[in-house]
């Protein structure tokens, strides 16, 4: 089945602690992307990928990182979670770059 | 300035009444690129629809419907015949070239809640 898989849909933490959440596809997608979805806020993009190794910032980057070293797998870095990061993450990933995305099934992440 | 602006935070209807979601773009590129995303309850992220700026033909599919008007910079998604299960949350989102990324940009997203 064609799919985005996130890991781990959801995750409590201390502030500080170094985190990471995997996004793999399965499909040979180039295009990914990581938005987080805030009430009132809609989503927003953190950071995108066009290829291996080849990364970019989106919107809202500050405080958060990626890596690109296969094709199918894009983590997202929380090197120093902080409460305003607790939010809804999801991981996206498209044939193309104005493609129909399709997205995981989200990561719930809560920082005390 | 929002490139997506979903102006109606919160729609709510009675089943089987026809709802239209608004949506309005910005852009200074001629190619670009429109789509609808669904999430309903469960929280998933359903793609619906994606519409290129050089095809302006209004598309129908079963009660969906949406019209593209570029003289408007609108995007609009019309449900006909509501029923319950089109209770979600519905994004637009704009893929522009501008920086040499289409990675799509998001509205705020109007949630529709159709009582039975």
């Known amino acids: 089945e064609a799919q985005v898989t996130q890991n781990p849909r959801y995750l409590i933490t201390v502030t500080g602690k170094k985190l990471t959440v995997t996004c793999s596809q399965n499909?040979?997608?180039?295009?990914m992307s990581w938005y987080r979805q805030d009430p009132g806020l809609g989503l927003r993009q953190i950071y995108y990928?066009?290829?291996?190794?080849?990364?970019d910032k989106g919107d809202v980057p500050e405080g958060y990182k990626v890596s690109r070293k296969e094709k199918r797998n894009f983590p997202l870095i929380l090197e120093s979670p902080s409460p305003n990061q607790t939010s809804l993450y999801f991981c996206a990933s498209s044939y193309t770059a104005a493609g129909g995305y399709t997205f995981g099934s989200g990561t719930r992440l809560t920082v005390v | 300035a929002q490139k997506v602006t979903q102006a109606q935070t919160e729609i709510s209807v009675v089943e089987k009444e026809d709802v239209t979601l608004d949506c309005v773009y910005e852009t200074r590129d001629t190619t670009y690129y429109l789509f609808w995303y669904k999430q309903p309850p469960s929280g998933e992220l359903v793609f619906l629809i994606r519409r290129n700026s050089f095809d302006e033909q209004n598309e129908i599919s079963g009660r969906y419907s949406w019209n593209f008007q570029k003289s408007t910079s609108s995007f609009n998604f019309t449900i006909t015949a509501s029923q319950v299960v089109d209770s979600a949350v519905y994004f637009c989102?704009?893929?522009?070239?501008?920086?040499?990324?289409?990675?799509?940009?998001f509205g705020r997203g109007t949630s529709l809640i159709v009582h039975p």
């Open positions: 499909m040979n997608h180039e295009y």
């Open positions: 990928s066009m290829n291996v190794e080849v990364t």
């Open positions: 989102a704009l893929s522009e070239g501008t920086g040499g990324s289409y990675i799509p940009t």
